[in-house]
């Protein structure tokens, strides 16, 4: 997990965003602030399912509250070998605090 000063480094590359209501996002970083609020910018939401392959919803440019996030880095070869259309899985679980 990454926060704060350690976006930096992340900047303008594609990072992976699962919000604690269990969505992942999948976006360009464009910035941040101080409280880890992300400012996404190409962004698609992957919704996981069981029953037929990855949906890619697309959010264009998208800003996500910093209190809501885990951020993670994306191998982009690996994600782009990807078949999401093949892809099943259990969808995400909210985090219960």
């Known amino acids: 997990m990454s926060t704060g000063p350690g976006l930096e480094s992340l900047v303008d590359q ?13 976006g360009v ?6 409280a880890t609020n992300i400012i996404l910018d190409e962004s698609h939401e992957r919704v996981y399912s069981t029953k037929e392959g990855v949906q890619q919803l697309v959010l264009g440019l998208y800003i ?14 690996l994600d782009s070998a ?7 899985a259990h969808p995400l679980k909210p985090v219960i605090h």
């Open 14 to 26: 594609t990072i992976s965003v699962i919000t604690n209501d269990g969505r992942n996002i999948v």
């Open 64 to 77: 996500i509250r910093g209190d809501n996030i885990v951020v993670g880095e994306l191998d982009e070869e």
């Open 29 to 34: 970083l464009k910035g941040f602030d101080q």
């Open 82 to 88: 990807l078949d999401l259309s093949n892809l099943r």
